[in-house]
Antibody, heavy 120, light 112 residues
């Protein structure tokens, strides 16, 4: 079974750093991209960026460029999303999703989500 | 404001058919056959229902179908069931530099 398993919920203070993870299994991790998608409370889906685990090439949505970093460790089939200085506005559910390496844009499957709460 | 435009809500009775539209531009929906649709139940992760405009992943009911005309894609659900009540999002590949995928704002489907 192809699946992505994300790390657990986090509660952080503004200014703190954070890295959340997404572990793939059941498929060749380097044959597909991994994207990260944000969903703020009660809102829609926003694509943040993606990584090609085979060579760690990344690209980001302009809305998130410079605010987050996406990385991957192909030896353990895991992708990461990290922040160096969290803001209250980063409070959201974050999903990772596998996408086609041909770039057609579909996402399947999705991880279960990681809820990040940033509050003083 | 989302890059793709969807109606905020649609509704239908059990057994009926409904259609959700997704309008973009020639740089995304109209320019490529790379439209996908996702179903999201409350508190759950999204699930791929349609990819590449009209293809269903294995395991997705054939009551779900997709199509496209010009800059507008559509998701049709026939034989509505209570379990279909959820939020639905469209997405499309875009050639407008990054992001490489844009989402619609989502449509809340209510089964009356």
């Amino acid at each position: 079974e192809v699946q992505l398993v994300q790390s657990g919920a986090e509660v952080k203070k503004p200014g703190e750093s954070l890295r959340i993870s997404c572990k793939g299994s059941g498929y060749s991790f380097t044959s597909y991209w991994i994207s990260w998608v944000r969903q703020m409370p009660g809102k829609g889906l926003e694509w943040m960026g993606r990584i090609d685990p085979s060579d760690s090439y990344t690209n980001y949505s302009p809305s998130f460029q410079g605010h987050v970093t996406i990385s991957a460790d192909k030896s353990i089939s895991t992708a990461y999303l990290q922040w160096s200085s969290l803001k209250a506005s980063d409070t959201a559910m974050y999903y990772c999703a596998r996408s086609s390496s041909t770039g057609s844009g579909w996402f399947d499957p999705w991880g279960q989500g990681t809820l990040v709460t940033v509050s003083s | 404001q989302s890059a793709l435009t969807q109606p905020a809500s649609v509704s239908g009775s059990p057994g009926q058919s409904i259609t959700i539209s997704c309008t973009g531009t020639s740089s995304d929906v109209g320019g490529y056959n790379y439209v996908s649709w996702y179903q999201q139940h409350p508190g759950k992760a999204p699930k791929l229902m349609i990819y590449d405009v009209s293809n269903r992943p294995s395991g997705v009911s054939n009551r779900f179908s997709g199509s496209k005309s010009g800059n507008t894609a559509s998701l049709t659900i026939s034989g509505l069931q209570a379990e279909d009540e959820a939020d639905y999002y469209c997405s499309s590949y875009t050639s407008s530099s990054t992001p490489y995928v844009v989402f619609g704002g989502g449509t809340k489907l209510t089964v009356l």
